[in-house]
């Protein structure tokens, strides 16, 4: 078998590791000090982008516009949602801002000063949600395929029973690790057991589809215990 030798020039020592300020792993930037601030600073330049793109054409139908919110601009505050259990309070009131702007400006929509029940009526019938409520719905099915789906195993696999006696499954409660910092307390070992205690309990092994409408039925009560954790 003929040797291939690799030229020295691109052998790298494993003391010559490279030190970044910030680096972009499946689209998502994160920085060296894990608050996510040129993430935000991305997403809202790209989404800013879009919407001025979109808000020229404003002789469109409201329907068509609320399409293109949908298909161009509402994946962006999506994609990698689950991250944001690790964002400062104030990049996630950033988001918030810039979402509901970009509601004002293309469905003439103000979510300004208003209640999160009012926000909710107000885009009920352009099927949308609140950002918040949205975030919190898409982290609680973020939840649901944890313990659903074999979806990062080792979260569910950590989960420890806070009640003998019980199974896994059946468990009523769970231990809540001990966190340091806030930023220790928002981890998703964290947060995992606090859903199931506090808000999910048996319902979390629910079909999707029944777990989804459960959900929506009570998106407002939930959020409320949520954001009290």
Same mark, same amino acid.
């Given at each position: ?40 600073? =991305? !997403?809202?330049? %790209?989404? /800013?982008?879009?919407? @001025?793109?979109?808000?020229?054409? #404003?002789?469109? &139908?409201?329907? *068509? ?55 909710? =009526? !107000?885009?009920? %019938?352009? /099927?949308?949600?609140? @950002?918040?409520?949205?975030?919190? #719905?898409?982290? &609680?099915?973020? *939840? ?86």
């Amino acid at each position: 078998m003929k040797r291939v030798s690799i030229p020295k020039s691109i052998l790298l020592d494993q003391n010559e590791v490279e030190v970044v300020n910030e680096f972009k792993l499946l689209g998502c930037t994160i920085d060296n000090s894990f608050l996510f601030n040129s993430h935000v600073k =991305l !997403l809202k330049a %790209n989404v /800013n982008k879009r919407l @001025f793109a979109i808000s020229k054409i #404003f002789y469109l &139908s409201f329907d *068509v516009k609320l399409q293109f919110f949908k298909s161009f601009i509402l994946p962006y505050f999506d994609y990698c949602s689950s991250i944001y259990l690790y964002f400062p309070k104030y990049l996630l009131m950033e988001l918030e801002r810039l979402y509901n702007f970009c509601i004002f400006m293309l469905l003439k929509i103000n979510l300004k000063d208003k209640s999160l029940p009012d926000q909710l =009526l !107000l885009l009920k %019938n352009s /099927n949308l949600m609140p @950002f918040r409520l949205r975030i919190f #719905f898409r982290q &609680s099915l973020f *939840v649901h395929k944890i313990m659903n789906e074999n979806f990062l195993p080792e979260f569910k696999l950590g989960l420890q029973v806070a009640v003998k006696g019980y199974s896994l499954r059946n468990a009523e409660e769970y231990v809540i690790p001990g966190a340091r910092t806030i930023a220790g307390s928002r981890r998703l070992s964290n947060i995992l057991p606090k859903f199931l205690n506090q808000i999910f309990k048996g319902s979390i092994y629910l079909k999707l589809c029944d777990f989804k409408n459960f959900l929506l039925l009570n998106l407002i009560t939930f959020f409320n215990i949520y954001i009290n954790f």
